[in-house]
């Protein structure tokens, strides 16, 4: 909000008492007359009474290409003034404005977080389960006689177990470190989640210009008339333009040439710069058959002041047109003009654009260009960079019935006319149709609906606005960091879904296990100090998942706790066989009721530790290299729980050659857990 109003903190020219005076932008009300010129920013929405501009409005609407302002057109506060001059009227400031409107949409967006709602589910279901075993359990030890006072500090305990305490802290940690990832890419991270919702994201929206496009017009390839060559064609309409005018059309014309390595060793005695009334640019040119006149600018225009060939000229413009160029025509001779050519103008779309469109098409996500500008236009650059052609007016969207509205919004590929607020409202629609949404864009007309999607993408050169509304900010150019966040989205995505599932699976066997071992051996088999030292020795350390080495999906990932944990239950069932029979184990041994609470206290560290080596795969557990941070813990947390229970540190001691079997037990049982897996199992 700060960046938007700093941005109307301009100075502006103004007819106050008879006087012209200049005064900050804040000031001005309706009704003043205000007067701009080539340079100025527009201080307020106004209404010219007097002169001509060109104007670029791209960063508030999305138009690629300046546009011509005339008397009683309107001009918008915030865009630039390209060319002439011009007096107009105010008829909206601050809020009022076009550029407020925007203000006020930034202020209303908010992307939802996805994390918090699953790990409430994830907490509801565990919970659910706890409470309805520790009732099970309750009731149980009355009709056995068991005595309460022994029943309910277990029960307690047991609840703390299940809630993942670590959960949201391990969320945290593998959103945090693939955000530090990314920054070694070029992208930064503003609000974490997003890293993680990248991995979701199944619609990118992408604003055209200054995102897709280069944000400038460039020359396409020359059509020269007959008995003349593209080289002529650029030749004479160098020779009609001059760099010191800044002229967006004449800015190009000289760029074309360079790349082209055209020049002209004619001397130029007289130029003309484009004069509005005229729409076009002359030049007086000295030859050695002597003097020639050059001119460029609307079709039409040189038309009149030229000999053509009706056929030709009008079937190439009306070609040319139809594919949305914005068409020069280029003349020259002495006393008649001759047309030497056409040149093609449009904002062409960058070398990487195609390339990063194939690639997300790849990864499943859906890409749909947005733009300010005409059909012609974008269809013809969603063509290039291979969008589609399924193209949408937001007209046609806004016009159409409730029901109809959201078809449209979903199968379009295109949308063009789309104003500020119609791109917040594409990013909202596709949200309330389910879809995980990503929008790119530079401009302040992007801003609230880079906020209101879940990946919001700034691009490089966006403006400090766009970059204050995104969730992810580019620093190298063009769009193909993209890429990399969304496969380090899913990355992220598979560690968090490997400690989630681990969590689940150890809290199910947890409570399970000593719910239904109780009724068994008809006394508790680990004591409440070892379920909550259980919690320091496998939760806080398999926070180390945060660093695992992954592989990312090829298509979009969605958290279905529904599934997980369905999916989590067949695992915790396994590995409830591998706990009742080292409990059939030890009661079967000679030992003494603490020694029983040691190795089964054993017994969970281990499984839990194993666990995560079978879940973190989704082959066999040895097809990938776990990072050294897991590796590391994993061993030390084994040898650590190996010294204490033999050393009698915390819990009473036991001979190392038990811990040692039933470290042995529970990797073999891992091994036959994972055959199972592989065969059986399709994990998330």
């Given at each position: 909000?700060?960046?938007?109003?700093?941005?109307?903190?301009?100075?502006?020219?103004?007819?106050?008492?008879?006087?012209?005076?200049?005064?900050?932008?804040?000031?001005?009300?309706?009704?003043?007359?205000?007067?701009?010129?080539?340079?100025?920013?527009?201080?307020?929405?106004?209404?010219?009474?007097?002169?001509?501009?060109?104007?670029?409005?791209?960063?508030?609407?999305?138009?690629?290409?300046?546009?011509?302002?005339?008397?009683?057109?309107?001009?918008?506060?915030?865009?630039?003034?390209?060319?002439?001059?011009?007096?107009?009227?105010?008829?909206?400031?601050?809020?009022?404005?076009?550029?407020?409107?925007?203000?006020?949409?930034?202020?209303?967006?908010?992307?939802?977080?996805?994390?918090?709602?699953?790990?409430?589910?994830?907490?509801r279901y565990l919970v659910l389960v706890d409470?309805?075993?520790?009732?099970?359990?309750?009731?149980?030890?009355?009709?056995?006689?068991?005595?309460?006072?022994?029943?309910?500090?277990?029960?307690?305990?047991?609840?703390?177990?299940?809630?993942?305490?670590?959960?949201?802290?391990?969320?945290?940690?593998?959103?945090?470190?693939?955000?530090?990832?990314?920054?070694?890419?070029?992208?930064?991270?503003?609000?974490?989640?997003?890293?993680?919702?990248?991995?979701?994201?199944?619609?990118?929206?992408?604003?055209?210009?200054?995102?897709?496009?280069?944000?400038?017009?460039?020359?396409?390839?020359?059509?020269?008339?007959?008995?003349?060559?593209?080289?002529?064609?650029?030749?004479?309409?160098?020779?009609?333009?001059?760099?010191?005018?800044?002229?967006?059309?004449?800015?190009?014309?000289?760029?074309?040439?360079?790349?082209?390595?055209?020049?002209?060793?004619?001397?130029?005695?007289?130029?003309?710069?484009?004069?509005?009334?005229?729409?076009?640019?002359?030049?007086?040119?000295?030859?050695?058959?002597?003097?020639?006149?050059?001119?460029?600018?609307?079709?039409?225009?040189?038309?009149?002041?030229?000999?053509?060939?009706?056929?030709?000229?009008?079937?190439?413009?009306?070609?040319?047109?139809?594919?949305?160029?914005?068409?020069?025509?280029?003349?020259?001779?002495?006393?008649?003009?001759?047309?030497?050519?056409?040149?093609?103008?449009?904002?062409?779309?960058?070398?990487?654009?195609?390339?990063?469109?194939?690639?997300?098409?790849?990864?499943?996500?859906?890409?749909?260009?947005?733009?300010?500008?005409?059909?012609?236009?974008?269809?013809?650059?969603?063509?290039?960079?291979?969008?589609?052609?399924?193209?949408?007016?937001?007209?046609?969207?806004?016009?159409?019935?409730?029901?109809?509205?959201?078809?449209?919004?979903?199968?379009?590929?295109?949308?063009?006319?789309?104003?500020?607020?119609?791109?917040?409202?594409?990013?909202?629609?596709?949200?309330?149709?389910?879809?995980?949404?990503?929008?790119?864009?530079?401009?302040?007309?992007?801003?609230?609906?880079?906020?209101?999607?879940?990946?919001?993408?700034?691009?490089?050169?966006?403006?400090?606005?766009?970059?204050?509304?995104?969730?992810?900010?580019?620093?190298?150019?063009?769009?193909?960091?993209?890429?990399?966040?969304?496969?380090?989205?899913?990355?992220?995505?598979?560690?968090?879904?490997?400690?989630?599932?681990?969590?689940?699976?150890?809290?199910?066997?947890?409570?399970?296990?000593?719910?239904?071992?109780?009724?068994?051996?008809?006394?508790?088999?680990?004591?409440?100090?070892?379920?909550?030292?259980?919690?320091?020795?496998?939760?806080?350390?398999?926070?180390?998942?945060?660093?695992?080495?992954?592989?990312?999906?090829?298509?979009?990932?969605?958290?279905?706790?529904?599934?997980?944990?369905?999916?989590?239950?067949?695992?915790?069932?396994?590995?409830?066989?591998?706990?009742?029979?080292?409990?059939?184990?030890?009661?079967?041994?000679?030992?003494?009721?603490?020694?029983?609470?040691?190795?089964?206290?054993?017994?969970?560290?281990?499984?839990?530790?194993?666990?995560?080596?079978?879940?973190?795969?989704?082959?066999?557990?040895?097809?990938?290299?776990p990072s050294k941070p897991l590796l590391v813990?994993?061993?030390?947390?084994?040898?650590?729980?190996?010294?204490?229970?033999?050393?009698?540190?915390?819990?009473?001691?036991?001979?190392?050659?038990?811990?040692?079997?039933?470290?042995?037990?529970?990797?073999?049982?891992?091994?036959?857990?994972?055959?199972?897996?592989?065969?059986?199992?399709?994990?998330?």
């Amino acid at each position: 909000m700060e960046l938007l109003k700093s941005k109307l903190r301009v100075m502006a020219k103004v007819r106050r008492d008879g006087k012209w005076i200049m005064i900050h932008a804040r000031d001005i009300v309706p009704g003043d007359l205000i007067a701009v010129r080539l340079g100025d920013i527009v201080p307020a929405d106004a209404r010219i009474v007097e002169g001509q501009v060109l104007v670029d409005q791209s960063a508030l609407t999305g138009e690629s290409q300046p546009v011509e302002k005339r008397y009683l057109d309107e001009i918008y506060s915030g865009s630039v003034i390209k060319r002439g001059e011009a007096k107009a009227i105010v008829v909206g400031t601050g809020e009022r404005t076009y550029f407020g409107k925007t203000t006020q949409l930034v202020q209303e967006a908010r992307a939802k977080s996805h994390i918090q709602d699953i790990i409430m589910n994830i907490v509801r279901y565990l919970v659910l389960v706890d409470v309805a075993l520790v009732v099970v359990l309750s009731v149980f030890a009355l009709l056995t006689g068991v005595n309460l006072g022994d029943t309910l500090p277990f029960s307690l305990v047991v609840l703390i177990a299940s809630v993942p305490v670590a959960l949201p802290a391990t969320f945290t940690i593998a959103m945090a470190l693939g955000a530090e990832e990314l920054s070694r890419k070029g992208i930064l991270v503003t609000r974490l989640n997003a890293s993680e919702d990248a991995a979701s994201m199944d619609v990118l929206n992408l604003d055209k210009t200054g995102t897709l496009t280069e944000n400038r017009l460039r020359v396409g390839d020359p059509i020269p008339a007959p008995n003349h060559t593209e080289k002529e064609v650029l030749e004479y309409a160098l020779l009609a333009s001059d760099e010191a005018t800044q002229d967006p059309i004449d800015i190009a014309v000289i760029e074309c040439s360079k790349e082209k390595g055209v020049k002209s060793n004619l001397s130029r005695l007289h130029f003309e710069p484009f004069d509005p009334s005229k729409k076009r640019t002359e030049a007086i040119i000295s030859t050695s058959s002597g003097e020639i006149r050059v001119a460029k600018g609307a079709p039409q225009v040189i038309a009149q002041i030229s000999s053509v060939d009706p056929g030709w000229y009008e079937s190439q413009i009306r070609n040319l047109s139809a594919k949305g160029y914005r068409v020069i025509a280029v003349a020259a001779g002495k006393d008649k003009l001759e047309i030497i050519g056409l040149l093609p103008l449009y904002d062409r779309p960058r070398p990487d654009s195609p390339k990063f469109v194939q690639e997300i098409k790849e990864l499943g996500v859906k890409p749909k260009m947005v733009t300010g500008d005409n059909s012609l236009i974008a269809i013809e650059i969603a063509k290039e960079v291979g969008i589609g052609d399924r193209v949408c007016s937001m007209k046609e969207v806004s016009e159409a019935k409730e029901e109809v509205r959201a078809k449209l919004v979903e199968e379009c590929e295109v949308f063009a006319e789309v104003f500020p607020e119609d791109k917040y409202t594409i990013v909202k629609s596709l949200q309330d149709l389910g879809h995980i949404v990503g929008m790119t864009g530079d401009g302040v007309n992007d801003a609230p609906a880079l906020k209101q999607a879940e990946v919001g993408i700034a691009v490089f050169n966006s403006t400090d606005v766009a970059k204050a509304s995104a969730s992810m900010v580019l620093t190298h150019e063009g769009l193909i960091d993209i890429v990399e966040a969304i496969k380090t989205g899913r990355k992220i995505y598979q560690r968090m879904l490997t400690y989630t599932m681990n969590k689940i699976v150890k809290t199910l066997q947890i409570v399970f296990f000593l719910t239904f071992s109780f009724f068994v051996a008809r006394f508790f088999v680990t004591t409440p100090f070892d379920v909550i030292l259980l919690l320091f020795f496998n939760d806080f350390v398999t926070m180390s998942i945060a660093t695992d080495n992954v592989r990312y999906s090829p298509k979009p990932e969605r958290w279905n706790v529904n599934r997980i944990v369905r999916s989590s239950l067949t695992i915790a069932i396994l590995i409830l066989v591998e706990s009742f029979f080292v409990l059939w184990l030890t009661l079967h041994l000679d030992l003494t009721l603490n020694e029983i609470h040691t190795l089964i206290f054993d017994m969970l560290v281990f499984t839990g530790q194993f666990t995560v080596y079978l879940l973190r795969e989704r082959g066999h557990l040895w097809n990938s290299m776990p990072s050294k941070p897991l590796l590391v813990s994993s061993i030390a947390d084994i040898i650590a729980v190996t010294l204490i229970s033999s050393a009698g540190i915390l819990v009473s001691p036991v001979p190392i050659w038990s811990v040692l079997t039933v470290l042995a037990i529970a990797f073999i049982f891992n091994l036959i857990f994972d055959q199972i897996k592989v065969m059986f199992l399709k994990l998330i």
